[in-house]
């Protein structure tokens, strides 16, 4: 490996011995400029990026919680063993968010994880019960979204003896080709759908089915929502929740499409979501007087949604409604009042 990752036998013999490995090169530091004094209208200085490990984070809680969403989403998990000491770390960190094809390629088919292993005294048994038996850093281990791992990798294969262009260290082609090797098969759309059908049919429910991508905001926001424990509980009353990705599931935009138009309105965009029976007929959608209403937010995009409810409803009780809606009203109410905040500063 590039002489930059430190072999954890030099850590330990790091006070004995003069004869030891060099210690690993860390990411240039500009020098620091003369400070000058700050005037009472001087602007503050710009907040400093955060740091790409979190060393008081619990790696067990961190990787359980990307074990739950990529289960939901059908991804893996992608481990990334290091520390913020270590230079060929942060620039591994760096191509994943600079490089545009890196980038979309984790955002669609993998959940990250930066894992701090300190000076190797934190994490390793994690590390361990995970297989992943490494004496240099960073390194990789892609887990499935049952928590086994799939794939052990050190960095040596993707790191770039001068840095391009672009200022990478690691070569985004091949490490986009590796992620792809190792990426979950998609889901069938249609397949996802006959079987939310089939266990609304069995439960004697209906199915809200949301569409969305990747790359939607609004989507996760709707799909967040929700996720919350107390709006599931309640939704559950009545509905199988399916989530059909138009961008990452086979036929998924060509379902999106057919239900547009099964239901006679026109594309707005997404989240679109639609109510429908245990037969697949639909109940009611998301498109209400003034278009998509997508994630309900506005108090019309609200007052649609509880139209929607009303109308498909079996166990839900008014008091249930009224919490469903309250939540939203809450979302759009603590949004403006940080607005308002920002505002005033």
Request: neutral net charge; contains cysteine.
């Amino acid at each position: 490996m590039n002489s930059s990752a430190i072999a954890l036998s030099s850590l330990l013999l790091v006070a004995t011995f003069a004869a030891q490995e060099p210690a690993p090169p860390i990411a240039p530091v500009a020098p620091v400029a003369p400070i000058a004094p700050i005037a009472a209208t001087q602007k503050p200085a710009a907040k400093v990026a955060e740091p790409t490990y979190d060393e008081k984070a619990d790696a067990r809680v961190v990787v359980a919680a990307a074990l739950a969403r990529a289960r939901k989403e059908n991804r893996r998990v992608l481990i990334q063993w290091g520390a913020n000491w270590c230079g060929w770390c942060n620039w591994l960190a760096a191509t994943m968010k600079a490089d545009s094809e890196t980038r979309r390629k984790l955002l669609y088919e993998y959940d990250v994880v930066h894992v701090d292993v300190g000076r190797f005294n934190k994490h390793m048994d994690l590390a361990k019960e995970l297989g992943a038996e490494f004496k240099s850093i960073p390194y990789l281990t892609i887990l499935d979204s049952s928590g086994k791992a799939l794939v052990q990798q050190a960095t040596e294969p993707f790191e770039i003896k001068e840095s391009d262009a672009k200022g990478n260290h690691h070569d985004p082609k091949k490490f986009v080709t590796w992620l792809t090797e190792h990426q979950a098969a998609p889901l069938v759309a249609k397949d996802v759908h006959a079987a939310a059908l089939a266990q609304a049919k069995t439960e004697n429910k209906r199915v809200f089915m949301h569409f969305g991508a990747p790359w939607c905001g609004w989507c996760h926001r709707l799909e967040n929502w929700m996720a919350e424990p107390e709006i599931a509980a309640l939704l559950a009353k009545d509905f199988v929740d399916l989530k059909i990705d138009q961008d990452r599931m086979t036929g998924g935009k060509e379902m999106i499409d057919a239900e547009i138009a099964a239901a006679g309105v026109k594309a707005g965009g997404i989240p679109w979501f639609v109510f429908s029976d245990a037969a697949g007929k639909q109940l009611a959608n998301s498109t209400g007087p003034k278009g998509n209403t997508g994630f309900p937010y506005k108090e019309d995009e609200v007052a649609h949604f509880a139209t929607m409810l009303n109308t498909v409803r079996v166990n839900l009780t008014d008091a249930d409604i009224a919490t469903l809606l309250a939540s939203l009203n809450a979302i759009r109410t603590a949004d403006e009042a940080k607005k308002k905040a920002a505002a005033a500063h």
